[in-house]
């Protein structure tokens, strides 16, 4: 069972994208919160396997969120967007996040992707 801790603004966006997450039974979204503040604080509390954190393109803000939520949580970050440019990704990547995800995909495509990216950083972490 792949623990997702979900970071998502949009409180309605953030629902959402819980219950398509949960309509796979490989996947649990251990906790889901507004800010990467709130993140930090249960990431104290509890393990995860992967961070999903919605981003918006071409936003400063969204790469300031990646470094700060990286710095208190450790947890292996995979962003979450509409569109990646190359240049936005890669300055995300050099804010902490390991991959990205398309949100427009069908929650089935959505689920095997974060499934595929929290077993391949489970896996890189205990090399």
């Given at each position: 069972?792949?623990?997702?801790?979900?970071?998502?603004?949009?409180?309605?966006?953030?629902?959402?994208?819980?219950?398509?997450?949960?309509?796979?039974?490989?996947?649990?979204?251990?906790?889901?919160?507004?800010?990467?503040?709130?993140?930090?604080?249960?990431?104290?509390?509890?393990?995860?396997?992967?961070?999903?954190?919605?981003?918006?393109?071409?936003?400063?803000?969204?790469?300031?969120?990646?470094?700060?939520?990286?710095?208190?949580?450790?947890?292996?970050?995979?962003?979450?967007?509409?569109?990646?440019?190359?240049?936005?990704?890669?300055?995300?990547?050099?804010?902490?996040?390991?991959?990205?995800?398309?949100?427009?995909?069908?929650?089935?495509?959505?689920?095997?992707?974060?499934f595929r990216?929290?077993?391949?950083?489970?896996?890189?972490?205990?090399?």
């Amino acid at each position: 069972m792949v623990r997702v801790l979900l970071v998502d603004a949009h409180e309605e966006a953030r629902h959402s994208l819980v219950r398509r997450l949960e309509s796979d039974n490989r996947l649990v979204v251990a906790a889901d919160v507004s800010t990467v503040a709130e993140a930090g604080i249960v990431a104290q509390d509890a393990q995860f396997d992967l961070a999903l954190m919605n981003v918006q393109s071409h936003d400063n803000e969204s790469i300031a969120r990646c470094q700060e939520l990286r710095k208190l949580t450790g947890i292996p970050l995979v962003v979450l967007a509409s569109f990646m440019t190359i240049e936005h990704w890669r300055a995300l990547r050099q804010a902490g996040a390991l991959d990205y995800v398309l949100k427009h995909a069908d929650s089935q495509l959505l689920c095997n992707a974060i499934f595929r990216l929290a077993d391949r950083y489970q896996t890189a972490g205990r090399s």
